[in-house]
């Protein structure tokens, strides 16, 4: 293969909050009715703002580990996914697990223009999934890269998405050389203080992604923020692009976030507040744009940061899969050491209801085909599940006249 003529850019690169120095903390909040309020004070914002619970040197590497690939500006959107199932290191049993698109109903006269077809996807970082995440079930194979990396071009590559977003991505290099030769463009956000560049033969930084096709859209405008807890800097980040629809000249605006994971009601606060930083940022750049916001909220429907998701009186939103009846079962299945099994609905595509209509959703595979030992596994690079929908711009009354 020869060298790509297309390449995407980085938008931002990685931003200490510190500039000296990181700090780490073992300690867990709220040590008991003993701890301080200074103490408890001073544990909640290490919560809020640090990337990593653990006392290591920070390794700063480039994202060079996928320079062995060079991709063909000439070849297809068959040749390259053919390429990914074949080149998968040979490995046995390596078939993408099945899923099924389901049709949502919807007003055909009310909608105009083509579908957008977009993805949401934590694609799980290659240096947290390899060393820090306990997938015990996993066979180690699997999580070898240059076995996931074929797996995670085909998964995004099968579904033909116009935009695609994405979280935990620590090889952007790699993923935005092989997508260029399919016309797209991508720009990338590193989290500030990512715990994967405390992790030996780390590529960098994890962080928030978004590619676009490049034939169907122009780019108007890209915001990227750290999101705020209380006006703390959090170790969390969005990025924001708007849109121009070649076809219809429409604009949208589409944004993608990470919110903080672990479980707790304190981290469901500060969730929460994520939240309503996240919807203040993206309202005062969407105005009155149509809106799509993907993320991994790590935080299940019935967490207050989803109720503040739907509930913005300056961006009112839905789900893209509630409307279709529910929220699906699960997002993630995964088994991990000291954890157990772990199904959770934490991954989400809020659109404005009052400008786009969903036409079809990406269904989760059946129990069956994940297999027992959950995801990642050698038929799937990431525990979690992507989400597709295909949206619509509704018609307005301009457009009807």
Request: proline share 5%; aromatic share 8%; charged share 25%.
């Amino acid at each position: 293969m020869i060298r790509p003529v297309v390449r995407t850019t980085v938008l931002a690169a990685p931003r200490k909050l510190c500039p000296t120095k990181s700090y780490r903390s073992n300690s867990s909040v709220g040590d008991g009715p003993r701890a301080s309020a200074k103490t408890r004070a001073s544990t909640m914002l290490k919560y809020i703002w640090m990337g990593s619970f653990t006392s290591s040197t920070k390794i700063d590497n480039e994202d060079s580990q996928d320079k062995d690939l060079v991709f063909n500006s000439e070849v297809t959107y068959q040749q390259l996914l053919d390429y990914c199932r074949t080149h998968n290191d040979q490995c046995t049993f390596s078939q993408l697990i099945k899923r099924t698109f389901s049709t949502v109903s919807h007003d055909p006269h009310s909608i105009e223009g083509n579908p957008i077809r977009v993805l949401q996807w934590n694609v799980l970082s290659q240096a947290l999934g390899q060393n820090n995440d306990k997938f015990d079930s996993c066979p180690l194979e699997a999580l070898e890269w240059k076995r996931r990396r074929c797996h995670m071009l085909e998964e995004i590559l099968r579904h033909n998405p116009d935009i695609i977003c994405l979280q935990e991505v620590d090889h952007f290099d790699f993923l935005s050389r092989a997508l260029a030769t399919q016309s797209y463009s991508g720009l990338f956000v590193p989290k500030p203080d990512s715990p994967c560049v405390y992790i030996k033969d780390n590529n960098g930084p994890d962080g928030c992604a978004i590619f676009y096709k490049n034939n169907k859209f122009d780019l108007l405008d890209k915001q990227e923020k750290i999101l705020q807890v209380w006006t703390v800097h959090s170790n969390q980040v969005s990025l924001l692009l708007v849109l121009k629809d070649k076809c219809t000249e429409k604009e949208l605006c589409i944004s993608t976030t990470h919110l903080k994971a672990r479980k707790g009601a304190l981290l469901s606060t500060l969730r929460n507040e994520q939240g309503k930083d996240l919807l203040e940022f993206i309202s005062s750049h969407a105005l009155d744009r149509p809106t799509i916001i993907c993320g991994d909220f790590n935080a299940e429907p019935t967490e207050p940061v989803y109720n503040t998701m739907c509930s913005c009186p300056a961006l009112p939103l839905d789900s893209a899969y509630k409307v279709s009846g529910s929220e699906p079962p699960f997002t993630s299945w995964k088994i991990r050491g000291g954890e157990g099994e772990v199904m959770q609905t934490i991954d989400y595509m809020f659109y404005t209801k009052h400008k786009l209509t969903v036409s079809s959703i990406l269904n989760m595979p059946l129990e069956k085909d994940i297999g027992d030992n959950r995801v990642p596994s050698m038929s799937y690079p990431s525990d979690h599940f992507s989400l597709v929908s295909d949206f619509y711009f509704k018609k307005t009354s301009n457009d009807s006249e």
